[in-house]
């Protein structure tokens, strides 16, 4: 890895800064690996190509494989298998979320004096307004609580789920616009006396496939239709980053964008020469895009660490200079001093991962060092062993030749896949019988 140099934040002007910078995290919903324009896609992303290459660009991300685990990840800076969010993600139907005794990144910068702000798919709980954002340490939540909604209509199964701090909204428009509207008008209607913690989760370019005319008929040379329309979502999605990017200062402020998962290629979507996609523990569904923007704290470059989605808390509450409250063992580490180039690339061991998407065949992965099995619990299950430092994409199985690599990764994977909560749920892929859904999302709660 080659050695960069880095500004260093006690380099600027004392009088620069405030104490602490703002934070923006921005996450994409199924967004491939090669769907942005600097990645090689065909989508036109001049915004976020910008923001990528003025940042360090996050060459070994990864996430869980599926919506709901991730943001859990991201938000508690813990491994979702711990508190039982980690196999599917949080259906309509279900009644359970992420658990209340979990501490979150807002509710840290809250108490660090942040203003804080969600704007976009929330998916970790609705039924019950404990699990909602507003009680979670965000003082202002516009969007929705599930997801796959519709981005014209707003509804989910019929009812609408469009929402500003706990009330339903109808609104014209399409979702991703809309986003970027109520980013630009939090973000100059705050209080600019505070620092603030802004998290953007877009529901682009999730299905539905669903994108304003005018952009499809951009993509008019791409062929496949849900590849049309797909390039077009991701379109619109940079059109709206440009947007709020414009209503950023960037002089004190740290973003973070990143998929939330690895793109689903009957959809659309573009994952390059990765193994599989969304919803597989291969470096398709785990493996994303992503980068830092923090021009006054970043030198541009590309990064090698190897870094996941729950390291992203720590690292950013290490970046503001923020205590973490929460009394539980994180799983994530703060890697901000190897962003910068304080320390040198810092070695991860035990990163697991699993899923249990509508096929309702699990998988597991675990990696170590460069050293990655996958697990698929099929019939009989199989077991695969991969060097990803020299296979990258998963095709040479080396398994029958290092047994005694194969022994430990199979007792790193039994060690993780044993700390899943006792009677806990796993997957829900379909409603009880019976169930209906409400016509208005927002007032279909319990206090």
Not at 339 to 344: D, I, N, V
């Amino acid at each position: 890895m080659t050695r960069r140099t880095f500004l260093s934040a006690a380099a600027l002007p004392a009088l620069a800064q405030p104490a602490k910078p703002n934070i923006v995290v921005i996450l994409a919903d199924d967004l491939g690996y090669k769907d942005l324009g600097y990645a090689g896609g065909p989508q036109q992303t001049p915004n976020l190509d910008r923001l990528a290459k003025g940042g360090v660009r996050l060459d070994s991300f990864y996430t869980y494989p599926l919506c709901s685990p991730t943001r859990s990840a991201l938000l508690t800076g813990r491994n979702p298998i711990r508190f039982g969010l980690a196999y599917s993600v949080v259906r309509p139907w279900a009644y359970y979320g992420l658990p209340t005794d979990e501490e979150l990144l807002p509710a840290s910068f809250q108490k660090a004096g942040y203003q804080t702000a969600i704007i976009g798919k929330w998916h970790l709980g609705h039924a019950n307004k404990k699990l909602h954002p507003q009680s979670r340490g965000f003082d202002h939540f516009y969007g929705h609580l599930n997801g796959a909604i519709d981005y014209n209509t707003h509804d989910r199964n019929g009812g609408i789920d469009w929402q500003r701090n706990g009330a339903s909204v109808k609104e014209e428009g399409y979702s991703t616009d809309l986003f970027a509207s109520e980013a630009v008008r939090w973000l100059r209607g705050r209080d600019t006396s505070k620092p603030y913690l802004l998290y953007l989760p877009f529901n682009a370019p999730h299905t539905p496939l669903q994108a304003p005319q005018s952009l499809i008929d951009k993509y008019a040379a791409i062929r496949n239709p849900k590849r049309r329309t797909y390039a077009a979502m991701v379109d619109a999605m940079d059109q709206a980053v440009g947007k709020i990017a414009g209503a950023i200062d960037f002089s004190n402020t740290i973003l973070f964008f990143a998929s939330d998962n690895g793109g689903p290629r009957g959809s659309g979507a573009d994952n390059g020469l990765l193994r599989e996609g969304k919803a597989t523990t291969y470096e398709g569904g785990i493996r994303v895009i992503g980068f830092v923007h923090a021009p006054s704290r970043l030198k541009p470059g590309v990064s090698n660490q190897v870094m996941t989605m729950w390291d992203v808390l720590p690292t950013l509450a290490g970046a503001a200079g923020v205590q973490l409250h929460t009394k539980k063992r994180l799983d994530g580490l703060n890697l901000w001093p190897v962003l910068t180039g304080q320390e040198p690339r810092a070695p991860r061991h035990g990163l697991f991962f699993c899923t249990q998407p509508e096929s309702g065949v699990k998988q597991y992965s675990v990696r170590d060092g460069d050293w990655k099995m996958v697990r698929t619990m099929t019939t009989p299950v199989r077991e695969e062993l991969f060097n990803i430092a020299e296979d990258p994409y998963e095709r040479n199985n080396v398994l029958g030749n290092e047994y005694a690599m194969g022994f430990t990764m199979r007792k790193l994977l039994d060690d993780w896949i044993a700390l899943h909560p006792r009677g806990d749920v796993m997957y829900s892929a379909a409603p009880n019988p019976g169930w209906v859904a409400p016509s208005d999302w927002a007032k279909a709660v319990v206090e």
